[in-house]
C-alpha cells in the first residue's frame, strides 16, 4: 500500500487516548504553549497581522490567544501559530527538529465549536498530531533541515491536517486529498531565522493545514497519494527509501509526545543554544569574575550542531535568539536569560564588541551521551581569564529537555508568569474537562 | 551585491513602456488570459472555492472573473489565478516551463483601486512579471522542473512580487523584503497535475504574492536577501551559481515577453501534447482512416519532452489534459479538441482501450529546430495502418507557438468565443485605454 493511505489509516484508526501518559503530557503540551502564546501578546508583529488581516474582512469564528478578538478560522489558526512560536519559548520535539505544538495546536483551536464533541478528542488528536510531525522528521532526513527548509512550516501543515483528521474523522479519502493538499503546500526557509516570518512560518503552516482539510472536504478535486513516487513529497523534500522505512514503523507503540517527548523551554531562544546556557550559568556558580576578565569562550558542538544558531554579530535581541554569542555575552555580563533580553532592541555595542571573544568549535571525537537531547548532541564550553584560568563544563540534556524535564508545576509556574491567574485557571480546566465548552471559554 | 537587491534594483529601475512590440504583447496576453478565465466560469471547481471562501467571510473588493462577485484582495487573486488556469488555455513560455499570466495578471488586478493610476503601470508591470519569472526559469535549473517541482507554483509569488512592485512603485527595502516572504512560501508539485490542485497551485502563488507585498509594506520584519547564499531561495530550489550568471544577465535589453515570447493556447491541454495534436490532425488530412484501423502509434520526444504528460491512460477528460495518448485518440476518432472534451467526464471505455495502441520513444539523435518552441523540443507522430501503411510527421513549433503565433483577431477571437460581445468589448477597451476606471469595468 502507499505510504499516504498508510499514513492516514493509521491516524485515523489510532486510539491514543488509551494512554494516560500521553494525555498528561498533551495537557502539559497545551498549557506550555499557552503560556509561550500569552507571553508574546504584546508583540509588533501580532498587531501589524492583525491590522493586515482585518483589511481584508472576515468573519469573526476562532479567538485569538490574549488578543479579545475572534477571526475567521484560518486567520486564528495563522495568528495563533505565530503567537505561540513568535518568542521562540515553545516546545521542540527532537525528532521534528522544530516546533510540533506551534503548528498542531492552532489548527485544532480552529476548529473548535460549540457542541460538536471535539473537545473529548482534542488532547488524541495533538498527541497523533506530534505522532505524524516527529515521523516525518525522521522519514524527511537529516539533510532535508541541513539543506535550508524550515522543518516546522515544511513538515506542520502535513502533521496538523493529520491531527483535523482525527478530530473530526474524516473519510480516507478526504484525509488523503488533505494530506496532498497539505503537501504541495509545503514551506518555510531557515534563511528567515532571527525575523518575524520564522514564527510566521509555524502559523502559515496551520492555516494550511485547515485550508487543506476544508479543501478535501469540499470535494474539491486533489491528487491521493502526494507522498509516494518519484514526484512526491518525499522524493522533492527529502528521501522516499528512508521514509518507506520510517514513517509508520512500530506505529501506536509508544507516543512520540512521551518519548524521546516535547522538549519545554526554560529560555526563550532557539534550543540549540541551551545547552551552552546551562553551562556557562553553572561555570559562573564556580567562580565569579567580570566580562572584561574573559580572555576567550570556546563553544563546541558535535558538527551540525550549531546549525540552528545563524547569528553570530546580531544587531538585535530578537536576532540573538539565534546566538549562541549573544546568550553567553548576556550570562557573562549578568543579565538573566529571559524575554526582555531578546526583543527587537539593539544590543549594545560594548555587548556587541565583547561577543567577538565567543569561537565555535566542532568535535567529533567526543561522544555523546546515550540519552542526549537531541540525540547526539553536546555542547561545551571552554573559558580562558586573562590570568589564564580555564574552565570548561559539558552539558548534554539541558534543563526542561525530556530526561531533565519541567514538572506540570514548572509549566504552571510559566503560565502564571504571563497571564493572569483567572486566566491559567481557565486553561487548567479546560485540559481537565476536556470538552467544547471548556475550550472555547479558555481562548475567549 | 547580492542577487535580491540586485533583482529589486533592476524591477524598481526598468521603464518597459517605451517598448511598443512589449505593449502589443502585453495587451495579446491579457485578453487570452481573460478568454481563458471566462472559459473556465462554469467550473465546478470555481464554485467550491467560493463557497469555502464565503465561509469564511471577507470584504468586497475586487471581482471574480465572470462570476459577479467581489471577494478580498487575496481571495480574488487566488479565485482569478485559478480560473485563468483551470483548463489549461492559457498561455505558456518556455523560459518558465509554466504559466506566468496565471498568477501574474490577478495578483496585479488585485492592487487595482480607482484613482490609483496603477492602469496607467498596469501593462507594464506584468512585462515586469513575465520578465522576472522567465529569468527565475532560467535560472532554476531544468532539474528544478524535472525533480518534481511545479514551476507555475514555485517561480510565480517570487514573480509577481515583483510585478506588483513595479505598479506600486515601493522602496527597495519593501521589495527585498517582499520577495523574502514569497521565497519563503514557494511551493507546488507536479504530483498535483492532472487535478484541480494544478490550476489552483497557480492561484495559491497569486495570493501569496499580494499578501507578501502586503506584509512587507506594513514593516513585518522578514529577510532582505532570501535569494542568497547557502539557506537561500536559489541554493534551497535550484542552483545558485546558475542564477548569478543567469538571473540577471542582458537585463531589458529584449523583453522576454518578446522573445522567446508567451505561447498562446490553439488547444486547451498540456502544451507538450500540442506538436502531436498538431501532427496527428496533419496526417488525418493526408489519409483518412478509422480507429481500427490504425495498428499503432509511436510518439517520439526527446528525452524528457513528455515529462508533463503525466497520464497514460486518464480516467477523466481533465485528467487527460496531461496525457498525450489521449489526446491523438481524440482526434482518431474524429472528435474536436476544444473545451467539451477535457471536463470531469469519464473517458469512454472503449477510447481508453485504443489508447493502449500509443507508445511514447525518445530519440536523442534527432536534432530540434534552431527555433524550436520551447527550445530543444520537438514531437515526431509515426502511425501505423493495420494495412501496413506507415505515416509520420514531425512538428517543431505547433500553431499558437512563438514563430507559429495566434495573431490579435485570433485571441480576440478566442475571447468572442467565450464572452458576449460587450463584455469582449469592455475587455479589449480597458488594455487599450489603460487607466483604473476601464480595468475595473471590465472585471465587473
Known amino acids: 500500500m502507499e505510504l499516504t493511505k498508510q499514513l492516514a489509516e493509521a491516524v485515523l484508526s489510532a486510539d491514543p487516548l488509551q494512554d494516560e501518559r500521553a494525555i498528561q503530557m498533551a495537557r502539559n503540551g497545551l498549557l506550555d504553549a499557552a503560556a509561550s502564546a500569552f507571553a508574546a501578546k504584546e508583540d509588533e508583529g501580532i498587531q501589524q497581522l492583525m491590522q493586515l488581516i482585518e483589511q481584508e474582512g472576515g468573519a469573526a469564528q476562532i479567538p485569538v490567544i490574549g488578543q479579545g478578538k475572534k477571526?475567521?478560522?484560518?486567520?486564528?489558526?495563522?495568528?495563533?501559530?505565530?503567537?505561540?512560536?513568535?518568542?521562540?519559548?515553545?516546545?521542540?520535539?527532537?525528532?521534528?527538529?522544530?516546533?510540533?505544538?506551534?503548528?498542531?495546536?492552532?489548527?485544532?483551536?480552529?476548529?473548535?465549536?460549540?457542541?460538536?464533541?471535539?473537545g473529548e478528542r482534542f488532547l488524541g488528536a495533538y498527541i497523533i498530531g506530534v505522532e505524524v510531525m516527529a515521523r516525518l522528521g525522521e522519514s524527511i532526513g537529516k539533510a532535508h533541515y541541513e539543506r535550508g527548509w524550515h522543518n516546522t512550516g515544511t513538515l506542520g501543515a502535513i502533521a496538523a491536517v493529520c491531527a483535523i483528521g482525527y478530530l473530526k474523522q474524516v473519510s480516507m479519502e478526504e484525509l488523503t486529498k488533505a494530506i496532498g493538499f497539505a503537501g504541495a503546500q509545503s514551506s518555510g526557509m531557515r534563511k528567515q531565522f532571527g525575523s518575524d516570518m520564522k514564527p510566521l512560518q509555524a502559523g502559515l503552516a496551520a492555516k494550511t493545514a485547515v485550508w487543506s482539510m476544508d479543501l478535501a472536504c469540499s470535494g474539491f478535486g486533489g491528487n491521493d497519494s502526494v507522498l509516494d513516487g518519484a514526484l512526491g513529497f518525499f522524493s522533492l523534500y527529502g528521501d522516499l527509501e528512508l521514509a518507506k522505512s520510517r514513517l509508520l514503523e512500530g506505529y501506536g507503540s509508544t507516543w512520540r509526545i512521551v518519548s524521546p517527548g516535547l522538549w519545554f523551554k526554560v529560555y526563550p531562544f532557539c534550543s540549540a543554544a541551551h545547552h551552552a546556557a546551562d553551562a556557562i550559568q553553572s561555570l559562573m556558580k564556580e567562580r565569579s569574575f567580570l566580562p572584561e576578565q574573559v580572555?576567550?569562550?570556546?563553544?563546541?558542538?558535535?558538527?551540525?550542531?550549531?546549525?540552528?544558531?545563524?547569528?553570530?554579530?546580531?544587531?538585535?535581541?530578537?536576532?540573538?535568539?539565534?546566538?549562541?554569542e549573544y546568550v553567553i555575552a548576556l550570562a557573562v555580563f549578568g543579565q538573566t536569560l529571559t524575554l526582555d533580553a531578546f526583543t527587537k532592541k539593539n544590543i549594545p555595542s560594548n555587548m556587541r564588541t565583547w561577543m567577538k571573544r565567543v569561537s565555535r568549535g566542532y568535535d567529533?571525537?567526543?561522544?555523546?551521551?546515550?540519552?542526549?537531547?537531541?540525540?547526539?548532541?553536546?555542547?561545551?564550553?571552554?573559558?580562558?581569564?586573562?590570568?589564564?584560568?580555564?574552565?570548561?563544563?559539558?552539558?548534554?540534556?539541558?534543563?526542561?529537555?525530556?530526561?531533565?524535564?519541567?514538572?506540570k508545576e514548572d509549566i504552571i509556574q510559566k503560565l502564571s508568569s504571563v497571564t493572569s491567574a483567572s486566566q491559567a485557571q481557565q486553561i487548567l480546566q479546560a485540559v481537565e474537562e476536556e470538552n467544547d465548552t471548556a475550550y472555547l471559554k479558555w481562548l475567549t
Open 71 to 118: 477571526m475567521s478560522r484560518q486567520s486564528a489558526a495563522l495568528l495563533n501559530g505565530y503567537l505561540i512560536h513568535a518568542l521562540d519559548y515553545d516546545d521542540v520535539h527532537s525528532d521534528v527538529r522544530g516546533h510540533p505544538s506551534a503548528v498542531i495546536i492552532p489548527a485544532l483551536l480552529s476548529q473548535l465549536t460549540e457542541g460538536k464533541g471535539y
Open 295 to 324: 580572555k576567550q569562550v570556546d563553544v563546541i558542538f558535535p558538527p551540525g550542531g550549531d546549525a540552528a544558531l545563524i547569528e553570530r554579530t546580531p544587531l538585535t535581541g530578537e536576532a540573538g535568539r539565534f546566538s549562541v
Open 364 to 407: 567529533q571525537t567526543t561522544e555523546p551521551h546515550p540519552n542526549a537531547v537531541p540525540k547526539g548532541r553536546f555542547t561545551i564550553v571552554k573559558l580562558t581569564l586573562t590570568d589564564g584560568t580555564t574552565m570548561s563544563k559539558r552539558v548534554d540534556i539541558p534543563q526542561g529537555a525530556p530526561g531533565c524535564a519541567l514538572s
